[in-house]
């Protein structure tokens, strides 16, 4: 197991915020350089490159295809999206939920986590040492952004 950073993203939404929760959600589109993600390890820096194959397809996109927002309970609030998910030239549709949370100032904090396998997406998990060390096909993305007005 070993974990990777996506710290460097752009973004877009188009939300109907009040001041504790979204009322619509739509218009999602984030975008992430695969060449910016960093695992903390050259080498593990270098086989993820490699199987995103980040120079062919450099980056990784999310856009929003339908949304839910629930009520709030406890100052957060639900949201069930679907979107179109592309990585390493594959497209999918994914199913995120994810959870808001109001933080003032027209400011609100998204989180949630995503399990994806490499291989519904046609990549190969990564191999090192000639194959002696491999990677697990299953992947969590966690995300926490904060979108602001």
Not at 50 to 72: E, F, K, M
Request: glycine letters at 12%.
């Amino acid at each position: 197991d070993w974990d990777c950073a996506a710290e460097q993203l752009t973004g877009t939404v188009d939300a109907e915020p009040t001041a504790e929760r979204f009322t619509a959600l739509g218009g999602v589109s984030v975008s992430v350089p695969a060449a910016r993600i960093d695992c903390d390890n050259g080498i593990m820096n270098g086989k993820l490159r490699d199987a995103l194959q980040a120079d062919a397809h450099p980056t990784i996109r999310y856009t929003l295809t339908s949304a839910r927002v629930g009520t709030v309970n406890n100052g957060r609030f639900g949201i069930e999206a679907t979107g179109q998910l592309s990585i390493a030239g594959a497209t999918r549709t994914v199913r995120v939920p994810a959870s808001g949370q109001a933080l003032g100032n027209g400011r609100f904090r998204i989180t949630g986590r995503v399990p994806l396998t490499m291989t519904q997406f046609g990549i190969d998990p990564p191999t090192a040492m000639m194959g002696t060390m491999r990677t697990g096909d299953a992947v969590t993305v966690h995300f926490d952004v904060t979108v602001s007005r």
